[in-house]
């Protein structure tokens, strides 16, 4: 089956600096999720995005569905030590739920 | 409100045994997943079920079963568990409302390493 394409793999940045990763689909969907994984943890819903075009945020994190359906990015400002960890992409269509591979954000204090 | 629980965390079996991955909700929701999740992959869909009863499958379903009983348990079973099977198992729920599927919560996980 196929799984969406989440990029970057990974990230090393400075506490402080922002970050931006993104994913994208041939396949079009209804919802995207974003989630963060830490260690030895199950993955947390961080951000859930419903409609084209929907930029919505927490704290310090804004995501946005894209226009096509199939895209989104999520953004993290101002990173902090405990950002670290594990973001996935879900893309979401009636019984279907795609997930992206995962970007490790490594932050550096 | 316990969320998704999972037993147990980490499991060591040998090659061949058999072994049924527990999994329970209690946010009565009707949707519930396993997910396998491998280094540098997606989690990828075991197998899922939308009610009490009513089962089925998902990407990577060989070699395992599923049931659902009740609402608030999904067991998962390793019928004869191989190498290929180690893995982080994690099971999944969300409210079904009209079809439609909502925000996904996660247990956390059950460690499967088979020797």
């Known amino acids: 089956g196929q799984q969406l394409n989440q990029s970057p793999q990974s990230m090393f940045i400075q506490e402080g600096e922002d970050v931006s990763m993104n994913c994208t689909s041939s396949?079009?969907?209804?919802?995207w999720l974003w989630y963060k994984q830490d260690p030895g943890e199950g993955p947390v819903l961080l951000i859930a995005?419903?409609?084209?075009?929907e930029l919505t945020s927490n704290g310090r994190l804004t995501a946005q569905f894209g226009i096509t359906r199939k895209d989104s990015f999520l953004n993290i400002s101002a990173s902090i030590p405990s950002d670290v960890g594990i973001y996935f992409c879900a893309g979401q269509l009636h019984s279907d739920m795609r997930f992206g591979a995962g970007t490790r954000l490594t932050v550096k204090p | 409100n316990a969320g998704v629980t999972q037993t147990p965390k980490f499991q060591v079996l040998k090659t061949g045994q058999s072994m049924t991955l527990q999994c329970a909700q209690d946010?009565?929701?009707?949707?519930m997943s396993w997910y396998r999740q491998d280094p540098g992959m997606g989690l990828r869909l075991i197998h899922y079920s939308v009610g009490a009863g009513i089962t089925d499958q998902g990407e990577v379903p060989n070699g395992y079963n599923v049931s659902r009983s009740t609402t608030e348990d999904f067991p998962l079973r390793l019928l004869s568990a191989a190498p290929s099977q180690t893995s982080v198992y994690f099971c999944a729920s969300r409210p079904w409302l009209a079809g439609d599927l909502y925000e996904q919560y996660f247990g956390p996980g059950t460690r499967l390493t088979v020797t």
């Open positions: 946010m009565n929701h009707e949707y």
């Open positions: 396949s079009i969907f209804n919802t």
């Open positions: 995005l419903y409609k084209a075009g």
